[in-house]
């Protein structure tokens, strides 16, 4: 419970703006902060790694596991975008503290997290495929371009009011995606 209120610190705050008053308020002395996580890098991972697994959880959760396979793409594109949006302070706090730890025990983390996002994009690729709903496509690459999209489609949102909602964007991009623009 306490290690809970630890994470909710960082993840709010940043690893650098949590103080030992913040800490003790949680019901957690620093020495056992540190006798549970070892480190402030562990900290941060344990941190970053929760949030990791929120988000794909939350993607699962968003594909209704029938239907068509574009409007399974559809509803999980649609709900990362959404994530991002969302996120967007939690991100740009962990973001901020990434500097401070070894890069190459950062990149390998970062290595296996990132490719549980697009697994989940992946495996509904990869069922549509199976089931001859969709061409064969080099899975990965296709669900790092549709993850792409939305975060293409997601990001100007943070900044300026756009003309269309987010569901239109998203179904257009899936449109394109699964009809192309040829005529």
């Avoid at 941190?47 to 999980?76: I, T, W």
């Avoid at 190459?104 to 495996?123: H, N």
């Amino acid at each position: 419970q306490a290690e809970d209120g630890i994470r909710d610190l960082v993840r709010s705050r940043g690893l650098g703006d949590v103080y030992k008053r913040q800490v003790h308020a949680c019901g957690v002395s620093n020495a056992a902060v540190y006798y549970h996580f070892k480190s402030k890098q562990n900290l941060y991972f344990e941190v970053l790694n929760q949030y990791v697994v929120a988000a794909v959880e939350r993607l699962q959760q968003a594909d209704p596991g029938k239907g068509s396979y574009r409007r399974r793409l559809d509803s999980v594109a649609l709900a990362y975008a959404r994530l991002i949006l969302e996120s967007q302070n939690v991100l740009q706090t962990l973001m901020r503290d990434v500097g401070e730890f070894d890069q190459a025990d950062m990149a390998r983390k970062l290595s296996d997290w990132s490719s549980q996002v697009p697994d989940t994009i992946g495996a509904i690729l990869e069922e549509g495929i199976t089931a001859g709903e969709l061409r064969p496509v080099p899975v990965r690459r296709t669900a790092m371009l549709v993850l792409g999209m939305a975060s293409s489609i997601a990001g100007p949102r943070l900044y300026t009011q756009t003309e269309n909602t987010l569901e239109e964007d998203i179904d257009l991009a899936m449109d394109v995606l699964f009809e192309g623009i040829a005529v």
